[in-house]
């Protein structure tokens, strides 16, 4: 089973600044199985990025997403408002065990 | 438009069982793969259940010990979870989430459903 790690587990901005959200692999896996979600109190989940890099349907491209084998990033290049939430990276490579990571709080400072 | 709707959450006492319903609508249900996911009070996401595009295929996560069964009927454009022998720590919301590709490897979940909280207490 592949473990993801996020880091940090809290992150305080301010909107304007630019977020750096981690997400470590316990083993090293092809890009093309890792996606991040973006999920506020009372929503469904959104997906923001599949394929390591590419943007789903609709996602500002603030939104974007980086890394290979067991290092992979999500960058929002300037935080408005509205993308104060908590972000998770999945990994679809150890199929079918489809696990994500612990989260990421995505916090207003 | 596309869109998934859980059904089925209540309270339940340990050890009893509750069936949940997801109901697709506006895409072609029977060619793509379909999952369950929960999120318990204060905790993360995980992953809980696929079941194959036509049914041949389904695996669980490991801490459910073959206690849930996920099932589908492709006619009337449904997913199913039987959660037998339920635990406190099975509560949680549920949700219900589309594999991004269909007929093919899932690489995302695109489509997600509101969620039905399932709560065990006695």
């Known amino acids: 089973e592949i473990v993801l790690t996020q880091s940090p587990g809290t992150l305080s901005l301010s909107p304007g600044d630019r977020a750096t959200l981690s997400c470590r692999a316990s083993q090293s896996f092809s890009s093309n199985y890792l996606a991040w979600y973006q999920h506020k109190r009372g929503q469904a989940p959104r997906l923001l990025i599949y394929?390591?890099?590419s943007r789903a349907t609709g996602i500002p491209d603030r939104f974007s997403g980086s890394g290979s084998g067991t290092d992979f990033t999500l960058t929002i290049r300037r935080l408005e408002p509205e993308d104060f939430a908590v972000y998770y990276c999945?990994?679809?490579?150890?199929?079918?065990?489809?696990?994500f990571g612990q989260g990421t709080k995505l916090e207003i400072k | 438009q596309v869109q998934l709707v859980e059904s089925g959450g209540g309270v339940v006492q340990p050890g009893r069982s509750l069936r949940l319903s997801c109901a697709a609508s506006g895409f072609s249900f029977s060619t793509y793969t379909m999952h369950w996911v929960r999120q318990a009070p204060g905790k993360g996401l995980e992953w809980v259940a696929i079941?194959?595009?036509?049914?041949?295929?389904?695996y669980y996560a490991d801490s459910l010990k073959g206690r849930f069964t996920i099932s589908r009927d492709n006619f009337k454009n449904t997913m199913f979870l039987q959660m037998n022998s339920l635990r406190s720590e099975d509560t949680a919301l549920y949700y219900c989430a589309r594999a991004r590709r269909s007929l093919t490897k899932t690489d995302a979940f695109d489509v997600w459903g509101q969620g039905t909280m399932v709560t065990v207490s006695s």
């Open positions: 999945q990994q679809f490579a150890s199929s079918p065990m489809f696990t």
């Open positions: 079941v194959s595009y036509d049914e041949t295929n389904k």
């Open positions: 394929g390591a890099s």
